[in-house]
């Protein structure tokens, strides 16, 4: 498994965040030069091609793999998240929040935008707007309880 060991001594590791690394470290971190050791791999996510041209939801294992690629070929698609439910039942060791990345690989014009789910709140802030093609959006998944998710972009 690929790891990034982080400033604060969290790492990202098989695309989970471990330890107590805020976003804004992350962020930092990763934007810049990550710490890394002999032992440190380059933090590559797994990826989910979702090829279907209709709205989809999003199986949890697909953002917890840490890419879901769409190429809305017709018009621009609203995808929803998992439910909290979902998200709690593909959890691993206790992980209370992720990353992941939704890739718009359209060749057209359409975007794609994303919706909360039960359990799952979206958390709708300036950066929410719509993944146009050729675009990759930023998302953080945090767990406030059980079923309880907020999932926010955080790229810009």
């Not at 962020?27 to 030069?33: C, R």
């Not at 041209?53 to 698609?77: C, E, H, I, K, M």
Request: proline share 4%.
């Amino acid at each position: 498994m690929s790891r990034v060991v982080l400033s604060d001594g969290g790492e990202l590791f098989g695309g989970f965040l471990r330890g107590t690394t805020t976003a804004a470290t992350l962020d930092a971190d990763l934007v810049t030069a990550p710490v890394v050791s002999e032992d440190t791999l380059k933090f590559i996510p797994a990826q989910t091609l979702i090829a279907d041209d209709s709205d989809q939801t999003y199986p949890a294992a697909a953002v917890y793999g840490g890419a879901v690629a769409r190429g809305p070929l017709t018009a621009n698609r609203t995808d929803t998240l998992p439910t909290g439910t979902q998200l709690d039942a593909a959890r691993d060791n206790g992980v209370t929040s992720f990353f992941f990345a939704v890739i718009n690989l359209t060749p057209a014009t359409h975007t794609i935008t994303l919706q909360g789910n039960t359990g799952n709140t979206f958390q709708d802030n300036a950066l929410s707007g719509d993944i146009v093609p050729g675009q990759v959006g930023l998302f953080v998944c945090i767990r406030f309880g059980t079923a309880t998710w907020v999932t926010a972009r955080i790229d810009t």
